[in-house]
């Protein structure tokens, strides 16, 4: 019931950001605005990949089996 009025909330707020960014936007320079852009519940987002090199999986899978040794 609280994540249904979270959603409720949203997609009022997020309607009334959507009219307002568009009202302000330069029409030559930007894009139309929607309210799932401005919406948490709209499209899920993917989560940014963290890059990490190739020394993060020694530490993960060998010095960990030397500690357990």
Do not use: C
């Not at 994540?3 to 997609?11: C, G, K, P």
């Not at 309210?35 to 090199?53: A, C, E, I, L």
């Amino acid at each position: 019931m609280g994540e249904a009025r979270s959603q409720v909330l949203w997609n009022h707020t997020s309607s009334i950001l959507a009219m307002l960014a568009n009202i302000h936007r330069d029409a030559k320079r930007s894009r139309i605005y929607h309210p799932s852009d401005f919406n948490p519940h709209g499209k899920k987002r993917p989560q940014p990949r963290t890059m990490v090199g190739i020394g993060a999986l020694k530490h993960v899978f060998i010095d960990r089996q030397s500690e357990i040794q």
